[in-house]
Each structure stands twice: as C-alpha cells, then as structure tokens.
C-alpha cells in the first residue's frame, strides 16, 4: 500500500452535489473553496431505483464555477445523452460498465472524447476489478463505487478497498494516465484505506455537505493524505 501512495503526487477532492442543497446551488459552491472538482450525481429511476438531477442541472451549476464537474451518468444506454451533457458544460462524463453492453460502452466512451471531454467508467460493487481491463485504453478515469449505486447513506462496502488497490495496480502496470475515483460511504473515517489503496480522487457528499462546516471537512481529508503521503516517503 505504501508504494501506491507515494506514487499519487495529488491527490483531487469532488464534492457530491447531491448531498447539497439544490435550492441554492450558488451558495453550495461557495461553502467548499477548497474542492478541486464538483460531482454530479445523474440517475434515471431506471438503472438505479432513485432519480435526481440532469443537463439543466450542470447547466446551473456551471454558471456558478469554474471548477472541473464531474458527471456520473447512473443511467441506462448513457450515449443517448453524452452530447447533452458536454453541451451543458461537463467536463468529465463517466458512465457506467452495467449500463449498456460492451461494443456501446466503447462507443459512449469514443463520443465523449469525441465532444472534447474526459471519459471515465465506473464499475458498481457487484463487476469484478479485471472488467476494467478491455477499456483502460479509452479512459480518462476508472470510478470505483464502494457503496451500491443510487442509494445514499450507505456505510462503506469494506470488499471495495481491495478493488480500488487491484485496478491501481492495473492502472501502473498499463503506465497510463488514467485517474482512479472511489465514491460512497467515504468520511473522516474511512478516507485514509481509500487513500492506501491508490485512489486519487475521492467523492464525498453527505460527510461534506452534511457538516455546518462543509470545507473543514475537505482540509482535515487533506491533512489525512498529506500526512501518509509524508510517512510513506519518510520509509
């Protein structure tokens, strides 16, 4: 573990918009300066059992920030709406390996760069680790789901450690850029095994948004992974 952090120089923090206040997303922004990206959680009712947010909403948002936003499409046959989102101002669009099948998933992943965004692809809790394998060519970003998708308030799926520290070997082995996100159930808590594992953008929402003192949050993360970031290169 203690290579696979020394090798993460930075480390990105990103914000779930979805455990914020959507009445005033403004004013969200503004309560997490220290946030690298924003996440945006986008589900149809379909692929997942909950529905929440679209292009509107990122189109919203943008207006807000010039921050990186990260849209995560829990959405069935997400090439359908890859244009939508790039034209409303996404700049990484990750969809799901589930949620189509595998010639259309590399063709959803070939429109999003074709629109001039980062593609990521995200693997639920139940898709083995090695699934990532024909697609690591054509990703910007694997996203590690360490809860089920969809559901939140779920308490961290301990298994998901453990494939976020194979695909990180998947990723160094390949020698390719490629970021390595883990989402759901991660708090003060449990934030420093996902660090150990190799993840270098970490999602948080209701352990962020949830506090009165939101951006607290993110710095206190920060010292966490600056100081085993430290430890490591000190051994």
Not at 98 to 122: M, N, V
Not at 130 to 154: F, K, R, S, T, W
Not at 197 to 221: E, L, P, Y
């Amino acid at each position: 573990m203690g290579s696979q952090i020394r090798q993460q120089t930075r480390i990105f923090f990103s914000p779930s918009i979805y455990a914020a206040d959507f009445s005033n997303l403004e004013n969200e922004v503004q309560r997490i300066p220290s946030a690298d990206w924003l996440h945006v959680d986008i589900m149809d009712g379909m692929f997942v059992p909950n529905f929440s947010m679209g292009y509107p909403q990122i189109t919203a948002l943008r207006k807000h920030t010039h921050k990186l936003i990260d849209a995560h499409l829990m959405i069935e046959t997400p090439i359908r709406y890859i244009k939508n989102f790039a034209d409303a101002g996404a700049d990484l669009i990750t969809v799901h390996l589930e949620s189509d099948t595998p010639d259309k998933i590399k063709d959803t992943l070939q429109l999003i760069h074709l629109q001039g965004k980062k593609a990521g692809l995200a693997l639920s809790p139940d898709t083995p680790a090695e699934a990532v394998l024909p697609y690591l060519n054509c990703c910007d970003l694997i996203l590690v789901m360490m809860i089920h998708p969809g559901i939140p308030g779920q308490c961290l799926i301990k298994g998901m450690v453990k494939k976020v520290e194979k695909i990180r070997t998947y990723i160094d082995s390949a020698n390719i850029e490629c970021y390595l996100e883990a989402d759901g159930g991660i708090n003060l808590n449990t934030v420093r095994e996902v660090f150990r594992a190799g993840a270098n953008v970490i999602v948080s929402g209701n352990a962020v948004f949830g506090n009165k003192n939101a951006d607290d949050v993110i710095q206190k993360m920060r010292g966490i992974w600056e100081s085993e970031y430290e430890l490591c290169n000190r051994s």
